[in-house]
């Protein structure tokens, strides 16, 4: 499965991050259908493999939608994270990084919660975010790292709550996702990047 | 020694009464009730509305009933008021306390951390952080 993960291509990518409108939004969906992992096809492959085991109910789509929630604002977040000026280049090239996972994760719940019929949440026009505590590079980390941690968290309380086995797997290939950036934002803090054996 | 000794029987006496564990719970610890706070970091701020509402001014005020927030229809008719007891409900397992609840989210499963967040949460509802009318 892995060999069939492509790279995006740099223009797109680049104007995702430039107009994350709509417009923007829906072209990607179209063309990243090759950039999912074997979990994520599993997923879109049809309602096969969500009619696997006990069928998704609507409290799944409820589920699914305030990942939905967010995972939009985790890519607002690391938008603000870039444009700050804040970022130097080995850092920046991670936030770049990390943001277009969180893309490739809004896109797969969006399509899921799509096929299994539920209205999707959508981008917030405007999200607050405290800004002014936002001084240097080391600021923009702790804020980072604290959204990813709090992910890693919200998706561990999803996935015991999930009807379908199938979603709860997806769930947790995306939370070792953001456990993965969680230790490396750490890290780039000087922190220790792994420090405890559980996540809470 | 003198201190190992009640420390022994108590331990020994917690062991005995088994079912009365509840009791053994200490008072709600506000700073370890934040560290226990960073799990709902993801979707909720003290002073503004992101997937979930605000956490500011929390007890005290009607379930589903923080203005621009767009609560499911489960939360809005519960008629609940939050207290430490109606938050330990919802918060020990949320879709089942509230069953159609927008927050799809597993709980606090441990009674102490629940009681160490809530504490936390009747804290800081009152802090520097919840002060000015931020939007």
Redesign the interface.
């Known amino acids: 499965m892995t060999s069939r993960i492509q790279t995006p291509d740099a223009g797109l990518t680049a104007s995702l991050q430039n107009a994350p409108d709509r417009e923007a939004r829906r072209s990607f969906l179209g063309q990243s259908g090759l950039l999912l992992s074997g979990a994520a096809i599993a997923l879109l492959a049809g309602r096969d493999a969500l009619a696997k085991g006990k069928p998704s109910t609507?409290?799944d789509v409820?589920?699914?939608?305030?990942?939905l929630?967010?995972e939009l604002?985790?890519i607002a977040a690391y938008q603000v994270g870039a444009e700050s000026g804040l970022l130097q280049k080995p850092v920046l090239h991670l936030a770049v990084t990390f943001q277009g996972h969180h893309k490739e994760h809004a896109d797969l719940l969006a399509k899921t919660i799509a096929k299994l019929g539920g209205q999707l949440v959508s981008a917030k026009a405007q999200?607050?975010f405290p800004v002014e505590t936002l001084k240097t590079q080391n600021d923009v980390l702790r804020f980072a790292a604290?959204?990813e941690?709090?992910?890693v968290?919200?998706y561990?309380?999803?996935?015991?709550?999930f009807n379908n086995r199938e979603l709860a797997k997806a769930a947790a290939s995306i939370l070792g996702d953001e456990a993965m950036h969680w230790a490396i934002l750490r890290n780039a803090l000087g922190e220790d990047p792994v420090p405890s054996a559980f996540m809470? | 020694m003198t201190t190992a000794l009640p420390a022994l029987l108590a331990l020994a006496l917690g062991l005995a009464a088994g079912g009365a564990a509840a009791d053994a719970l200490r008072a709600g610890d506000p700073k370890a009730g934040e560290a226990v706070y960073a799990r709902c970091l993801a979707c909720h701020a003290l002073a503004y509305n992101r997937t979930g509402p605000k956490h500011c001014g929390l007890l005290g005020r009607r379930a589903g009933s923080v203005p621009g927030f767009n609560y499911s229809k489960a939360m809005q008719s519960t008629k609940w008021v939050w207290n430490p007891k109606t938050l330990d409900r919802f918060l020990a397992n949320p879709l089942k306390a509230v069953p159609g609840t927008s927050m799809g989210y597993d709980g606090v499963k441990d009674a102490q951390e629940r009681r160490d967040l809530i504490a936390y949460l009747e804290q800081a509802g009152h802090s520097e952080a919840c002060k000015p009318p931020r939007e």
């Not at chain 1, 561990?156 to 709550?161: D, K, N």
């Open positions: 609507a409290s409820n589920v699914l939608n305030s990942a929630g967010a604002e985790a999200y607050s604290m959204l941690k709090g992910a968290s919200a561990l309380g999803a996935v015991p709550v809470s």
